[in-house]
C-alpha cells in the first residue's frame, strides 16, 4: 500500500521509508533512517539517523528517536540505533543511538515503551520488554526478554535486568538483578521471584519451584557470590531456568542486587 505522508512533514531525501507507513502532522525524519512496512508516526515524531527500524513499530507524539548519543565522550563518529518490529513508543520517549564508531543501541521486538521512557545509549533491550513511564536506562545496559520495568525506575550504566525479571517503581537499580527475580528499593534489593509473571507466562510448577530454590541460595542462605555460584552449580538435575540464573551470576561485573 502507498505511504500517508502529512504535507507538513518534513523527510530527508537520503532516508529510506519501506510500505504503507504513514507518517503525521511536524514530523522530521533525517538522513540514515530506515523505516520497515507498516510504521506509524502519530505527530511531531522525531527521527535521526543512522537508525534502522522494523517493521509495524508505532511512535507516539513527541518521540524522539535516534539521537546522538549523551556520553560526553561522543564526537559525532557514525554510530546507530536498531529497532525490532511490532513496538510501542508512547509520547516523549527517547532512543538514543551508541558511542563508539560502529557501535549500536539495540532494541527488540513486541515491546511497549510507555510515555517518557529512556534508552540511553549502546544498551541492548531484548523482547517483549516493557517499560512503565520514565522507566529509563543508563548506558551500556542489558535488559532480557520479557523484563518489566517499573514507573520513574532508574537503571545504572553497564547494569543488567535478566529475562523475566521485574523491578518495582522509583527502584534505583545499581547492581545485576538476575533472571525471574522481583526487585524494589532505592538501592533495589532483589526481594522474592516474579512468580505471578511465570505462572501467567505458563511456567511448570516444576520450574517455578527451581527458581525459588535458586533464589533462596542466592539470597537466603548468607552466602557471597562466589560461594553461592558453586552450591548453584551443585543442583543435580538443574533446570533449564536455573542453568540460565548461573549463566547469568557467573557473568556479573558490577554485582547483584
Known sequence: ??????????????????????????????????????????NHVTIDGPTEIGTGNTFYAYSSIGQ?????KYSAEPTYLKIGDNNTFREFCTMNRATAPGDATVIGSHCNFLAYSHVGHDSIVGDHVIFSNNGTLGGHVVVGDYAILGGLAGVHQFCRIGPHAIIGGCAKVVQDIPPFMTADGS??????????????????EESIRSVKKAHRILY??????????????????????????????????????
Open 1 to 42: 500500500m502507498a505511504n500517508e505522508i502529512h504535507p507538513t512533514a518534513i523527510i530527508d531525501p537520503k532516508a529510506e521509508l519501506g510500505d504503507d507507513i504513514v507518517i503525521g502532522p511536524y514530523c522530521v525524519i533525517y538522513a540514515g533512517v530506515k523505516i520497515g512496512d507498516g510504521c506509524r508516526l502519530q
Open 68 to 72: 546522538r548519543s549523551q556520553d560526553l
Open 187 to 204: 538501592p533495589a534489593k532483589v526481594r522474592a521471584i516474579n512468580s505471578v509473571g511465570l505462572k501467567r507466562r505458563g511456567y511448570s
Open 220 to 257: 537466603r542462605e548468607k552466602l557471597n557470590t562466589s560461594e553461592a555460584l558453586a552450591a548453584l552449580k551443585e543442583i543435580e538435575n538443574p533446570t533449564a531456568e536455573v542453568k540460565s540464573i548461573i549463566d547469568f551470576v557467573a557473568a556479573t561485573e558490577r554485582g547483584l542486587a
